[in-house]
């Protein structure tokens, strides 16, 4: 058995268009927007090579995204964008029995990118700041997260 972490590009499976074939029926990516649904099945695809890991392997493979992403430029954080959020899913599995949906990767999406995600009471909000966060501490620069309960 290897322990080594998957490859930082994992091979992509392609699913008929409008296909859940694959995923669980509350991952259902029927009421998901087109645009999105590529975003979202290219993380779950990273989910499913990251979910077998150890904490110790995720970490060495988001280190090896870390060196990556400070040698880089700003494509190259945007082009690590699905592997991490996958990492930081699979790191929330793990350690807080959570999963974010697809809309809550959604949501990260648009706040990673600057754009502001307005969400209701009880819909995850901390757990969706954590997605743009670790993808943009990788950098090395600080991260803020702020939080209001009402």
Partial sequence: ????????????????VGST?????????ERIPRRHRKLIRKIRE????LVALSDLQLRQYVDKIRTDIR?????T????LPAV?????????????????PVQ?????????GR?????????????ATLPASLNALTGRGVHVVTVND
Avoid: W
Wanted: glycine share 6%; charged share 20%; net charge positive.
């Fill in 1 to 16: 058995m290897s322990t080594a972490a998957p490859p930082l590009a994992p091979p992509m499976t392609r699913l008929p």
């Fill in 21 to 29: 074939a694959s995923l669980p029926r509350e991952q259902s990516l």
């Fill in 46 to 49: 990273y989910e499913s090579h």
């Fill in 71 to 75: 040698d880089g430029d700003a494509k």
């Fill in 77 to 80: 954080l945007a082009r690590h």
């Fill in 85 to 101: 959020f996958a990492a930081a899913s699979v790191a929330a599995r793990h350690h807080l029995n959570m999963r974010p949906y």
């Fill in 105 to 113: 990767l959604i949501g990260g999406y648009y706040l990673h990118r």
């Fill in 116 to 128: 502001i995600a307005e969400m209701a009471t009880g819909e995850g909000k901390t757990l969706v």
